[in-house]
């Protein structure tokens, strides 16, 4: 006897948002504004192809090469580009840096913009009004949150993105890593500490 395969189906219910994307995407198509493959492609490649490991990398050569450093500070958005980053919500971009004096928190009051260049899609919690609205009023206590409790002596600055200015966080260099390869040090950078939320350890 042949032998029986099951296959396996996701069951999972579609939470509103993504009913609402699937809409949205049915629509899009059925009127002819966009090719299915050419969604496809958007959707690949800031699934895959775009994302926060590009921000890694960048943080990673900050760290270690001062001139970069230097240059994204001056023109991020031009830095960036050096690396081979850039696209749609990439075009202004300024670096923030993280010192013991200052954590930089990055939020968007009035909608969700975000250097998806280098961040890839923003998390859900990024759009949230709770977030937007409770960031640059109670910026200490979104942070702890998040489980990160700052000294008091730690001042945090709070940058509003804009359509024409976004921001990354520059997180700071943890102590140990002096003599750790430039992808070794990109592994450790995630997402979250380059809006923020969180720091970057070992």
């Known amino acids: 006897?042949?032998?029986?395969?099951?296959?396996?189906?996701?069951?999972?219910?579609?939470?509103?948002?993504?009913?609402?994307?699937?809409?949205?995407?049915?629509l899009l198509v059925e009127k002819g504004y966009v090719h299915p493959e050419t969604l496809e492609r958007l959707i690949q490649t800031y699934e895959h192809e775009v994302g926060p490991h590009y921000g890694a990398?960048?943080?990673?050569?900050?760290?270690?090469?001062?001139?970069?450093a230097q240059h994204l500070r001056d023109d991020a958005?031009?830095?960036?580009?050096?690396?081979?980053?850039?696209?749609?919500?990439g075009e202004h971009l300024v670096a923030v840096e993280n010192t013991p004096e200052q954590h930089n928190l990055v939020v968007?009051?009035?909608?969700?913009c975000y250097p998806w260049p280098v961040l890839g899609l923003p998390p859900a919690w990024y759009k949230s009004s709770a977030?937007?609205?409770?960031?640059?009023?109670r910026p200490r206590e979104v942070l702890r949150s998040?489980?990160?409790?700052?000294?008091?002596?730690?001042?945090?600055?709070?940058?509003?993105?804009?359509?024409?200015?976004?921001?990354?966080?520059?997180?700071?260099?943890?102590?140990?890593?002096?003599?750790?390869?430039?992808e070794a040090l990109a592994g450790l950078v995630h997402r979250d500490a380059m809006i923020g939320t969180a720091l970057v350890r070992t």
């Open 1 to 26: 006897m042949g032998s029986t395969q099951t296959h396996q189906h996701d069951e999972r219910p579609l939470s509103d948002i993504e009913i609402r994307v699937k809409a949205l995407e049915s």
């Open 57 to 68: 990398k960048v943080v990673a050569r900050a760290w270690t090469d001062e001139s970069f």
């Open 146 to 182: 998040f489980g990160l409790d700052l000294p008091e002596s730690t001042h945090i600055r709070v940058w509003d993105s804009t359509a024409e200015i976004r921001y990354l966080v520059i997180p700071m260099r943890p102590t140990g890593t002096e003599d750790w390869s430039l």
């Open 77 to 89: 958005t031009e830095a960036v580009a050096s690396m081979g980053y850039r696209g749609r919500q």
């Open 108 to 112: 968007c009051t009035l909608c969700s």
């Open 131 to 137: 977030f937007r609205s409770q960031a640059v009023i």
